[in-house]
DNA sequence: AACTGTGAAGTTTTTCACAGCC
DNA sequence: GGCTGTGAAAAACTTCACAGTT
């Protein structure tokens, strides 16, 4: 797709390209500033306003050297001699992660794992606001949690279409999910976080992230009883 | 600590040293052994007994190339020509996590996401027996969740002493969370799985592992927007 | 003196590609 | 022909180490 001519690469087309169009930050960078943004923010909340990559590297457990490489995909954010001004960091963090807007989010499944999100503050607290809720359980239809009411599976394409709503948490049982993520997706649906424990199976601009606390447990038990280090 | 003189590793040493003590199969190989089990566990539910590295990718989305080589730190599960017999590697997949036992785990933290957890089905099914679940308020303290009682956080330390567990999930609020990591070390926990989105300072031979749905909808907020691939 | 941003070096992880076996 | 297990190659990621700045 980079590609002008049916022909492979050549240097030349790599630098012409690369003066047009900046490699991409990696993902796994951009996993990182989430965690950057969220310790900066606790430093603020404790009085401190100018921290360095060493500092902060500490809080985090991670190395010096990785932070400042991290940011430097973004820009010179730092002052050398000195650090970071944290708000002008979190500031542009956010402008980056585009947390400068109140992000709509809906959650489908009102079971114990869907409430447990709605009472969550930490979605509001982050710029997520839950704005519907949905299943197919025509007994959990009409109840509220947290002043959001559970709506019918059968309303929400419509519902996600008219509100223009781009996120979803699928937190419904395994078998469902699949078929759920092709109708949000249908919906306008962008970024799914899935609680189910399976792969769902999207198109290439479809962004998926998984929470799977019982393959985290699984992956810490093969340490269990091992002293063999 | 590998060096047994005070000089720095020569050839012949490390050779010596790779004898005696194979070298550990990597982490994040590790981490993904569980959603291998959970793959073939599924092929097994639909009837299907033998796959082969090109299946079980194409199921999870990554490269068959990947599977077999994370499989080869761990022996030779496969027949040339044929694949693997599921059957089997769920069976030797079960006995490098240590899932051929039932392991014993609290959950500290009645809130919406301790309850979440007590009336999840899949603990259970994956071999995970929720035991006590705990917490300060003495509102909560009484409680029973799914036939769980909610204990005091005082009595907290001898029980998981008493019983023996291993593994704790902590689902309180993020200012308690390193206190309460603490004193489960303190009663002999070691693997946590942390809901508070902080990370927790523990000694190298605990392991912690994180749930944090919110850096997850930051990571896909970033691609919101960017049609520049 | 303290700290950043960054090429270069080092390490880890993934993919390739193929000999060997069924 | 289909598939595994695996060295070798490639790619991705992290750390080093230092020039340059405050």
């Given at each position: 797709m980079l590609q002008c001519t049916g022909r492979p690469f050549n240097l030349l087309q790599v630098h012409y390209i690369s003066i047009l169009m900046k490699p991409q930050p990696p993902d796994i960078v951009i996993g990182r500033l989430p965690m950057y943004l969220r310790a900066l923010e606790a430093m603020l909340a404790d009085d401190i306003d100018i921290t360095s990559s060493y500092a902060l590297g500490k809080r985090l457990g991670i190395s010096s050297a990785q932070i400042?490489?991290?940011?430097?995909?973004?820009?010179?954010?730092?002052?050398?001699?000195?650090?970071?001004?944290?708000?002008?960091?979190?500031?542009?963090?956010?402008?980056?992660?585009?947390?400068?807007?109140?992000?709509?989010v809906v959650v489908i499944g009102a079971g114990h794992v869907g409430q447990a999100l709605v009472y969550y503050p930490g979605f509001a607290d982050s710029g997520f606001k839950i704005v519907g809720m949905f299943d197919v359980d025509p007994e959990k239809i009409g109840e509220e949690h947290n002043g959001i009411k559970v709506q019918a599976l059968n309303d929400m394409v419509p519902i996600i279409k008219r509100d223009g709503i781009r996120i979803a948490m699928i937190t419904t049982p395994a078998d469902a999910a699949q078929e759920i993520a092709?109708?949000?997706?249908?919906?306008?649906?962008?970024?799914?976080?899935?609680?189910?424990?399976?792969?769902?199976?999207?198109?290439?601009?479809?962004?998926?992230?998984?929470?799977?606390?019982?393959?985290?447990?699984?992956?810490?038990?093969?340490?269990?009883n091992r002293e063999d280090d």
């Open positions: 400042r490489k991290d940011l430097s995909h973004f820009g010179d954010f730092g002052k050398q001699g000195t650090g970071y001004d944290i708000r002008y960091l979190v500031e542009q963090l956010r402008i980056i992660l585009q947390l400068n807007q109140e992000w709509e092709e109708s949000l997706i249908d919906a306008g649906i962008i970024s799914i976080l899935s609680y189910a424990p399976l792969p769902l199976n999207v198109p290439d601009d479809i962004h998926v992230q998984y929470v799977d606390p019982i393959s985290k447990l699984q992956h810490m038990t093969y340490y269990l």
